[in-house]
């Protein structure tokens, strides 16, 4: 069995989304690593405590889930927040990808598509995928989706574009490109024509991701899991 890992990406209101809802309804399996970051702060999670600890309760909903929209606007305005925010959740949002990796491994999938946000941001990732997959845009096609979209003021949805690599500069290490300027049947067609070519593909990183791992310190974690997984 051979299986390899594809990076999707975008940026804020490109339309990524619409792709990864295309991409299911193939079949494909997809890891959505924004998914897992709002598990892995779900109550009484190793991460949920860590952040208590240096953001305070005031950043807690009634339920005592975290208020993202309150956390997110202190570590938009604040960069030594936002990355200390990373350092307690990345870790955590790893091992889960990494296990959801392994269970599609062993049910033999082709490939598994990685939808990360800021993977071409982080770079780090991008190493062990064999193709990544940006969800592009034009510019002004963007400013007026997220303002339509967040009810955003036009300097507030500059602010929130401009925070993030610009889709132009994102567009020179994407191996695959599907530009969502247009209409929902023109985005569907590009990712019904890239979905083959993927799946075609021969090509083996298995050995790759292991390496990567290891780095990572999560070689403990990996013969854990595939026991599971065999057993």
């Known amino acids: 069995s051979t299986m390899f890992l594809v990076g999707l990406s975008g940026g804020i209101a490109s339309g990524k989304s619409t792709v990864v809802a295309v991409l299911r309804e193939l079949g494909c399996a997809v890891i959505d690593a924004d998914v897992i970051a709002r598990q892995v702060v779900q109550p009484h999670s190793k991460a949920h405590q860590q952040i208590l600890q240096h953001f305070g309760t005031e950043i807690l909903l009634e339920n005592g889930e ?26 955590e949002i790893l091992k ?43 510019p002004p096609t963007q400013l007026v989706r997220l303002m339509k979209r967040s009810g955003l003021g036009v300097a507030e949805a500059e602010a929130r574009i401009g925070s993030q690599l610009p889709l132009d500069e994102k567009r020179k290490w994407a191996t695959h490109v599907i530009d969502n300027s247009g209409d929902r049947e023109s985005t569907r067609r590009q990712v019904l024509r890239l979905h083959p070519r993927l799946e075609d593909s021969l090509d083996f990183l298995w050995a790759r991701l292991a390496v990567g791992t290891a780095v990572a310190g999560l070689g403990g974690l990996v013969f854990l899991l595939i026991r599971h997984f065999i057993s």
């Open 66 to 91: 975290i208020n993202r929209e309150a956390l997110g606007n202190i570590i938009f305005s604040q960069p030594e927040k936002r990355r200390l925010l990373n350092s307690i959740t990345h870790p």
């Open 96 to 138: 889960e990808m990494l296990k959801q990796v392994l269970k599609y491994f062993v049910l033999g999938y082709r490939y598994v598509i990685l939808d990360i946000p800021l993977l071409f941001e982080t770079r780090g990732l991008t190493r062990f995928m064999k193709y990544t997959v940006l969800v592009y845009c034009d």
